[in-house]
């Protein structure tokens, strides 16, 4: 039980990252792109990484221990299956709410201007905004990107709290990788309910919701799984924990390629992208190394 409470821990810090990206937003004096283009390069380094070098392996193992080298082809469908379903979540979600959109300098720029609030009031006060279409526009794309990061947090939190089940030491660096891949996500949420309301503990509270979506789904898919398949002492089988692996490896090598390198590059100059890339699979491979 001490394990499953440090999978969900790991999962929550992961999921909790968002309120950080929100609260870098309002309390920076102003966004840093490259740190952002770094992280985010990083967060994809350490996802492929990982995901080709030890969970999908992980997923073979216990796979063919069981069926032998069927267990290969189930564990490369699981793979693809696994980037399926974040592939249909992904185009779920309509392309101007895409919560991986990237924001520019002056769209940011206000957030970190203690008077904007004030200003805002005023000009809510004037009837210039609030109860504007536009107001309505950009409150509904700022909650549309809220519930867009959850669905996407779902998988994202049952791939960390399924790592760190296994192995407490690889579930800190999935959680890691995950928490800085969602600090942007934390900024696209604060946007638009920022200036829709000029409420910074409004923008904040639904950035941080968002990322509860993680540990949620995390408990969600816990808790469905001890009871369809566990056993009789509630322990999930080693082969369904293989298909699992194989499917979190093709959820997080989707994430790592379809949003996190085209928002790396986006935030960032020259080879900032390839950098926090290269730095990730580096310190990915050395925790490895020294964990066995």
């Given at each position: 039980?001490?394990?499953?409470?440090?999978a969900?821990?790991?999962?929550?810090?992961a999921g909790?990252?968002?309120?950080?990206?929100?609260?870098i937003?309002?309390?920076?004096?102003?966004?840093?792109?490259?740190?952002?283009?770094?992280?985010?390069?990083?967060?994809?380094?350490?996802?492929?990484?990982?995901?080709?070098?030890?969970?999908y392996v992980?997923?073979?193992?216990?796979?063919?221990?069981?069926?032998g080298?069927w267990?290969?082809?189930?564990?490369?469908?699981?793979?693809?299956?696994?980037?399926?379903?974040?592939?249909l979540i992904?185009n779920?979600?309509?392309?101007?709410e895409?919560?991986?959109?990237?924001?520019?300098e002056?769209?940011t720029m206000?957030?970190?201007?203690?008077?904007?609030?004030?200003?805002?009031?005023q000009?809510?006060?004037?009837?210039?905004h609030?109860?504007?279409?536009?107001?309505r526009?950009?409150?509904?794309?700022?909650?549309?990107?809220?519930?867009?990061?959850?669905?996407?947090?779902?998988?994202?939190?049952?791939?960390?709290f399924?790592?760190?089940?296994?192995?407490p030491?690889?579930?800190?660096?999935?959680?890691?990788?995950?928490?800085?891949h969602?600090?942007?996500?934390?900024i696209s949420?604060?946007?638009?309910?920022?200036y829709?309301?000029g409420?910074r503990?409004?923008a904040?509270?639904?950035?941080?919701?968002?990322?509860?979506?993680e540990?949620v789904?995390?408990?969600i898919?816990?808790?469905?799984?001890?009871?369809?398949?566990?056993?009789?002492?509630?322990?999930?089988?080693?082969q369904?924990?293989?298909?699992l692996?194989?499917g979190?490896?093709?959820?997080?090598?989707?994430?790592s390629?379809?949003?996190?390198?085209?928002?790396?590059?986006?935030?960032?100059?020259?080879?900032?992208?390839?950098?926090?890339?290269?730095?990730?699979?580096?310190?990915?491979?050395?925790?490895?190394?020294?964990m066995?």
């Amino acid at each position: 039980m001490k394990d499953v409470w440090v999978a969900l821990g790991l999962t929550m810090f992961a999921g909790m990252a968002t309120g950080i990206g929100s609260a870098i937003a309002f309390m920076a004096r102003r966004t840093n792109y490259r740190f952002l283009s770094v992280t985010t390069g990083f967060s994809a380094g350490v996802m492929l990484y990982v995901s080709f070098v030890e969970i999908y392996v992980k997923g073979v193992e216990a796979l063919t221990g069981r069926y032998g080298d069927w267990g290969h082809w189930i564990n490369a469908a699981s793979f693809f299956t696994g980037m399926l379903l974040i592939g249909l979540i992904d185009n779920l979600i309509p392309a101007e709410e895409n919560p991986h959109e990237t924001h520019s300098e002056a769209e940011t720029m206000p957030l970190h201007d203690p008077r904007a609030g004030l200003l805002k009031d005023q000009a809510k006060a004037q009837g210039a905004h609030g109860g504007t279409p536009h107001g309505r526009k950009l409150m509904r794309m700022g909650l549309f990107t809220a519930l867009a990061i959850g669905i996407h947090n779902f998988p994202e939190g049952l791939a960390t709290f399924l790592a760190a089940l296994q192995d407490p030491g690889l579930g800190v660096v999935i959680a890691v990788a995950i928490a800085l891949h969602n600090i942007p996500e934390g900024i696209s949420v604060s946007v638009p309910i920022f200036y829709a309301t000029g409420n910074r503990r409004k923008a904040f509270f639904y950035s941080l919701l968002s990322g509860l979506a993680e540990p949620v789904g995390a408990v969600i898919a816990y808790l469905a799984l001890r009871v369809f398949v566990g056993g009789a002492d509630g322990a999930i089988p080693p082969q369904v924990m293989g298909i699992l692996f194989g499917g979190v490896a093709g959820i997080m090598v989707y994430i790592s390629l379809d949003e996190l390198l085209p928002a790396s590059r986006a935030y960032g100059k020259g080879h900032d992208s390839l950098l926090g890339l290269v730095a990730g699979m580096v310190v990915m491979a050395l925790s490895l190394l020294l964990m066995k």
